[in-house]
Each structure stands twice: as C-alpha cells, then as structure tokens.
C-alpha cells in the first residue's frame, strides 16, 4: 500500500514556536523535508501576522523554497484576503480550517462554524477557478477544549455540507488530541461514504499517546493521507495545552516495517530531526533519535 505523508513541520510544528525562527532556517527544514522525500508539504499559513507572528514571513517562505512539479506546497487560508497572498505566492495547494464547535471557531477564526462553512464554500470556489488543490480540514473533529466532547452526528453533518462544495480532499483533525482509535475509524468511514471523490487525510497530535494507534485506525479505514511533523514538534496558539503533531520518523519507523510505501527516507529524517532539536534549543518530543533503528541499531548521532 502507497500512502502520503503531508509533513506539516513547517507550518503547525513551527507556529506554536515562543522563540522566532529566521525564514533561512524554515526554507532549511522544508528542504531538508524534499531531500528526504517529501513531496507534500504544509509550508505556511496566511493567517493574519497579528494573530500568528510566527507566519508573518509567509510569502519570504514561499519565494525562497526549490520548485519542482512533483512537489507540492500548502499554505493554510482563513479568508479571501488569505488566498489572494496564496496565490500571489504560488501555492500549489489552500488548506482552509473549519472547527466543529462554535467557541473553538471564535476563537481561532473569529466567526462561528455556520459562517466557517461559508468562508469554506466561498474559498473552494475561488481556489479552483485559481486551479489549486483544495483541502477542507474539520478541526477539533474529535474533541474541543472549550466545549469537551464534540457529538459524532455533528461531524457527519460538517462532512456533509463541506463536501457539497467539491474538496478535493477532507482532513479530519484531532486538534487537541483527544481521539481514540474507534471514533478515528467510524469517522473516516463517514468521509468515504459522504464524499468517495475527496481524498480522506487525517492530522492527528499525540498528546495524549494516542496519536500513533490513531493513525494505524485511520489508515485501516481508508484514509490515504497522514500529517506529520519531523520530530514530533507542534502545537496550537489558540488551543490550551495542546502538544505536537505526530512524528515523522516515529510513523515511518511502523510504516516501513509494516510495507507501507511513503518515499520518505527515515534516516534523513532522523537527522532532520536531530537539525531541529538544535535550531529550537530543545530535544524533539519523537522517540526514534533517541531509540535507533532497528535492526539496524546505530543512532546517526547523539541527542543534543
Ligand atoms: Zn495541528
């Protein structure tokens, strides 16, 4: 089996960043992402710089990486004025967020889900007659950190009305970590069966461990698209608590194991890594650099 990881180091590993990271570094890490093999990547967001300053330097980003046809970069829009930067940037992919509850929403949208929706519809149509690839991502899909549980009946109806716009691809994101396995699959399953033509790709964080056995649930499912973050950094500004993504080498370490094709080199990755525990000062929450591979069981280099 082929599936794709979407390496989101860039974009959701470094938002959640206290210390700022120069633009040379992040063209840095989304290089190293290609060199490895990586050839989706969630580079940037086009959020408003006040909110996130972190993204400020979205369009340096996007001017200064390798172009190439097979790779493909994403940049995540909020709103038309987000999508003009897009495509004046040259994005070959939008990812646009809508939350599931109305408090999450305000919060990091500044519009309830209804009017989420419709900023959703609007961006898809405009995003294809700009010929980009479109993806629609149901945020605290799994949980909220404000309202708790989200009703599953709630979903399906979001799944529902954002596929009537056409995604070329519905992500459904454990934003805060909460899912487990069963709810991961019953979900997928709904994105199958209410939109067979999107591609269904899932963003899981491991904050509370399960983000691992959520993304096996997930692939079992039919999901043929996975986010992770090279070393497992990541967070997110508006959701208290929240930790990072799953890691891009503790994924590929059970995927190549398991004869699951992603063209991503791991141990490229490691030392990737490694690269980026030094830039943030910090070792990477993934485990891999730390455990080594296996059989093969020389670590590249030691943990800073
Ligand atoms: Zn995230």
Redesign the pocket.
Known sequence: MDITLVEVAPR?GLQNEKRPIATADKIELIHRAVDAGARRIEAVSFVDPRRVPQMADAEAVLAGVRRDAEISYAGLVFNDRGLDRAVAAGVDEINVVVVATDTFSRRNQGCGTEEGVGRWERLAARGAEAGLWRTVTIAAAFGCPFEGEVPEARVRDLVARVAAAGPDEIAL?D?IGVGTPDRVRRLVSTVTELAPNALPRC?F?NTRNTGYANALAALDAGARALDTSIGGI?G?PFAPAATG?IATEDLLYTLDRMGITTGVDITATIETAHWLGGLLATPVPALLGRAGLFPNTAVTQPVP
């Open positions: 959701d994101a934003t963003h964080h990541g997110c993504n």
